[in-house]
């Protein structure tokens, strides 16, 4: 089946540490996304890439980076200046043309020890 | 800036009892509005996706519509397994696929 997977479903970070987290996809989509969702707030956009080699910072992108050489992998690294990342990290995939849906993993949450 | 806001954020109903959720938006020229069902500790799932002005979509229980707006998602005769989070999405007319700007939900309980 066709999908998104994200890696792990739990992670804990310790303070001043890096984490990344991996979301991968078999949809054949050229666009990848990267989204946070605190409770009682929308999703928030950290960054998306619509090519390989190529990404755009999102409306949170500070505290994060993120990588795209490969067509089907778009990991997410958590660095030690992101002061709140205690959240529901979201990747989604879609075609690359306006007006398409995004397709979303289950998720990663991400708590400080 | 892109401006999406759901009402009401939470609604009981009883199983049978039809009603409407609201998603007013805000954008600079609309390319998509997006409706996704999200469980709890899941990421959202897909339902529709609304272009222009006076469109709709049908889906088992759920009728999304459109003006230029807001957005309905009107459920018709709910069941229990209906409870979820629905979220509203826009994308606006940029270049290419940008990200969604989204709403913050309407938490749907129908009870039994």
């Known amino acids: 089946d066709g999908g998104i997977t994200q890696s792990p479903k739990y992670l804990f970070r310790k303070e001043g540490q890096n984490v990344t987290l991996s979301c991968e996809q078999n949809l054949n989509h050229d666009a990848m996304y990267w989204y946070r969702q605190d409770p009682g707030q929308g999703l928030r956009l950290i960054y998306y890439s619509q090519i390989v080699n190529d990404f755009q910072k999102g409306d949170i992108a500070e505290g994060y980076s993120v990588s795209r050489e490969k067509k089907e992998s778009f990991p997410l690294t958590v660095t030690s200046a992101q002061k709140n990342p205690t959240a529901f990290y979201l990747c989604?995939?879609?075609?690359?043309?306006?007006?398409?849906?995004?397709?979303f993993g289950d998720g990663t949450r991400l708590s400080i020890l | 800036e892109d401006q999406v806001t759901q009402s009401p954020e939470a609604l009981r109903l009883q199983e049978g009892e039809s009603s409407s959720l609201n998603c007013s938006y805000t954008v600079s020229g609309l390319r998509g509005l997006f409706w996704y069902r999200q469980d709890p500790g899941k990421g959202p799932e897909f339902l529709f996706t609304l272009y222009s002005a006076g469109e709709e979509k049908e889906k088992e229980r759920l009728k999304a519509t459109l003006t230029k707006k807001e957005s309905f998602l009107h459920i018709t005769a709910p069941k229990p397994e209906d409870s979820a989070t629905y979220l509203c999405?826009?994308?606006?007319?940029?270049?290419?696929?940008?990200?969604?700007?989204f709403g913050k939900g309407t938490h749907l309980i129908i009870q039994p």
């Open positions: 989604a995939s879609s075609m690359a043309r306006g007006g398409q849906p995004q397709h």
């Open positions: 999405a826009v994308q606006s007319a940029g270049g290419g696929a940008d990200g969604l700007t």
